[in-house]
């Protein structure tokens, strides 16, 4: 089962809209008994990094998805479901994230518009099953103003540039995390949910 975690961040009905129209079994969580059944996690996320941060940690979900992680369960982070998956974000200030990936979240430095909001291509850095059938450099939606920062090159699986490259797509062990909307992104976003969603 591919759950999606309820913490009642961002809008989880066009994550959820996604998978049912590419016919992936998937199902809303807010309860802890209920991600313990979970094959697959996705961690959604919008808005600001630390209010996110504190609707996890009251949510009481926590502490069992720190448990299926250390299991192995794969989980896909999305936007700032993403971020949450770093050390610590410099966004409103210093604040930790969850740790599980080395790194930190960025505000973007330069003249252009912030934040970044459109289509944008993700060069794909390494082969990784959540880009088959993805064609490289392909578009995807992104909406944000802070990016992610990861500590060590092996867990970047993916570029994109905006004013200057910067980290799209992580990976560690059975952690990925997505800068972008992949819900939003037509086909190619489509794909890659479907990619994570059937991983064995």
């Known amino acids: 089962m591919n759950v999606i975690i309820d913490y009642k961040v961002g809008n ?4 959820k809209n996604a998978l049912d129209f590419s016919s992936v079994e998937n199902r809303l969580v807010s309860v802890a008994d ?28 926590l502490e069992v998805l720190q448990e299926k992680v250390e299991a192995g369960t794969p989980l896909l982070g999305i936007c700032v ?21 080395p790194g930190k979240v960025k505000r973007f430095k330069h003249q252009l518009k912030i934040p970044q909001m459109g289509w944008n291509q993700v060069s794909q850095q390494k082969e990784d099953p959540l880009f088959q059938e993805v064609a490289d450099e392909m578009h995807f939606y992104f909406v944000h103003s802070y990016h992610l920062l990861a500590e060590n090159s092996e867990h970047v699986l ?15 062990d059975n952690l990925w995390g997505v800068q972008f909307h992949p819900e939003k992104s037509q086909n190619a976003g489509l794909q890659l949910l479907k990619n994570f969603c059937t991983l064995t």
Do not use: C
Not at 40 to 60: H, N, Y
Not at 93 to 101: D, E, N, P
Not at 158 to 172: A, H, N, P, W
């Open 81 to 101: 479901g993403a971020q949450l998956l770093m050390d610590q974000s410099e966004e409103d200030g210093t604040h930790a994230g969850l740790g599980w990936i």
């Open 158 to 172: 993916g570029l994109s540039s905006y004013g200057y490259d910067f980290t799209s797509v992580v990976r560690k």
């Open 12 to 15: 989880l009905h066009n994550l």
């Open 34 to 61: 209920d991600i313990r059944k979970a094959d697959r996690i996705l961690l959604p996320g919008v808005g600001a990094f630390a209010p996110a941060m504190e609707q996890l940690r009251k949510s009481g979900m």
